[in-house]
């Protein structure tokens, strides 16, 4: 699959639409204007892959909404050589924009289908984050602690590994609710003990499964 013209007009408008809906951060809009969402979707859906809408992925799972992506992304604010780990690399595109900003990224998907194919597509664009195949709500303890964790399916509460696995000043963006709805949360470690959460607008995810997330 190759990029086009066409696809870069496309994406310079969504690009406006997420500055219209508020997004600022000039690293999250580089990388949103320059990754082909195109190549993440279905033959079905790429057609429409510059529109603000999540899309099926397969297995039940989507790609998120880029608005969601850029939301997130700019809650998290990584800085570049940051280690930051993603659970639920689903289609690899919010992979894509973390790599994009300079971080060192892990990233946990565990649903073994798409694990498979977005590890064989992201290096192939040459995106090169660390996969792992897994629960996610559990963190990764060997790499941690890191500087932002951002989760990218709705938990039913805030999982405690995610939260000592943060460093000190680090971020964990995360949606937490009902299966329906969930609230965007963004928790800071002041200290050892201590967490500040800061609370956003609702979205809607599919359901983080696991130990510390619903069970299947
Ligand atoms: N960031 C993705 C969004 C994928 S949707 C993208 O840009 O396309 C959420 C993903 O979380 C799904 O692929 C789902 O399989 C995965 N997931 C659900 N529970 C998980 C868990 N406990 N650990 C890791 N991944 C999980």
């Not at 039940?60 to 690399?89: C, D, H, N």
């Not at 064989?120 to 629960?135: A, C, E, T």
């Not at 964790?149 to 696995?165: H, M």
């Not at 470690?189 to 130990?211: A, C, I, M, W």
Request: glycine share 10%; hydrophobic share 40%.
């Amino acid at each position: 699959m190759e990029d086009s013209y066409k696809a870069k007009g496309l994406r310079r408008k969504l690009v406006a639409i997420l500055k219209q809906k508020g997004i600022v951060h000039p690293g999250v809009i580089a990388a949103i204007e320059k990754i082909p969402r195109h190549f993440f979707l279905d033959n079905a859906f790429i057609e429409h892959a510059y529109e603000d809408k999540a899309f099926p992925i397969g297995e039940g799972q989507t790609i998120s909404q880029p608005y969601t992506v850029a939301f997130q992304t700019e809650l998290l604010a990584p800085k570049p050589g940051s280690k930051v780990l993603e659970i639920g690399t689903g289609s690899g595109y919010q992979a894509c924009v973390l790599v994009e900003m300079g971080v060192q990224l892990f990233t946990m998907e565990y649903n073994r289908a798409l694990y498979d194919k977005t590890r064989k597509r992201l290096p192939k664009m040459g995106y090169q984050p660390i996969f792992k195949h897994g629960d996610g709500s559990l963190g990764w303890p060997l790499h941690a602690p890191f500087d932002g964790i951002i989760v990218t399916a709705g938990a039913p509460v805030v999982p405690q590994a995610l939260k000592e696995q943060l460093k000190v000043g680090g971020r964990l963006v995360i949606p937490v609710g009902d299966s329906q709805v969930q609230k965007m949360l963004c928790i800071t470690r002041l200290n050892k003990n201590d967490y500040q959460t800061k609370e956003f607008d609702n979205f809607s995810f599919v359901p983080l499964l696991g130990k510390q997330g619903w069970k299947k």
